[in-house]
């Protein structure tokens, strides 16, 4: 059983670890107090050839794996959740489904471009109503012609106002549940449909969550993406990448608001001696170290039995649920080390902490991934 990282994976890790430090850190707290997302570093990403990291060459891509991209996410996450977050919901949601369902055309005009860091993708599943049932969908796509007529609203789509294309699940067959659902590609300059609101959130806000209107959205019928009914199949799929994103991603999280409280503690002195080497104080660093690891050892196992075309149904949900809980346990812990200063803007773990809540709700909350735990365990 190897535990070490591949040297390939290691030399793209510390790639993306120097510009995350040198480029994303020093504007962190910046683009987040404005609320912008920032399309110059997702510019940059893209020159550094990770923005298709587990996308093959062919359309554009590193032609990565699973692992390696979640040492990416996690570096990301470790200086930005914001940027994080927008750059796994393009990955594993908006670009990764197009490799796995689409055509070589589809491929050809949507993904490549997607993988080579030129777009940023999207992933619509949620609406207003929907929630933890996500397959409870008011969103219709009808046949007409050579057109598919989209209609109904999607709520907290991550980069829809700067995608250049969008995956949408709509119904297609009412009268067969799970089997009626398809996706269809949408682009911007596609009628019939609007960004309505980009929220205020209590995190994440240098990365835009939208809802999103279709009122008689007319698209070309090779937008289907696989065939018609295929939508709650590629839904599902989808969703086993995208929890180990997520928990790369709180890893990530949680290792930065770590070292934020670590380096605090040995710099910071009370009663003549840093606050270290206090008992309290060293046994909270020591925990959420031990936490951390824990986090990332199952995400590397979901993501290499990913790679293995294992099923990692159980795993990625444990993995994620695992990540995310630890992820918000590690940034209120850095929050308490640093003490009134960990709750000012002018030090990252009130970033962190807030960032962090989100991770047990993306990608299925922890309630979700415990139902589905224990479905894996036949309770």
Known sequence: MEFDVPSEHRMIRDSVREFCENEIEPIAQEIEEEHRFPAAVFDELGELDVMGVPISEEWGGLGGDTLMYALVAEELGRVSGSIGLSYVAHTSLGAKPIELFGTDAQKERWLTPLAAGEQLGGWALTEPGSGSDASDMDTTAE?????????GTKQFITNASVAGSVLVKAVTDPETGYDGISTFIVAPEDDGWEVTTEWDKMGLNASPTCELLFDDCRIPADRLLGEEGDGWAQTLKTLNGGRISIAALSTGLAQGAFEAAKSYATEREQFDRPISKFDAVRDKIVEMDRKIERARLLTHKAATMYDQGEDVTRMSSLAKLDASEICRE????????????????????????????????????????RMVLGRELGL
């Open 143 to 151: 046949r007409d012609g050579d057109e598919y007529v989209l209609n």
């Open 330 to 369: 590690v940034a209120e812990d850095a929050v308490q080390v640093l003490g009134g200063y960990g709750y000012t803007t002018d030090f990252a773990p009130q970033r962190f902490y807030r960032d962090a809540k989100l991770m047990e709700i993306g990608e299925g909350t922890s309630e979700i991934q």
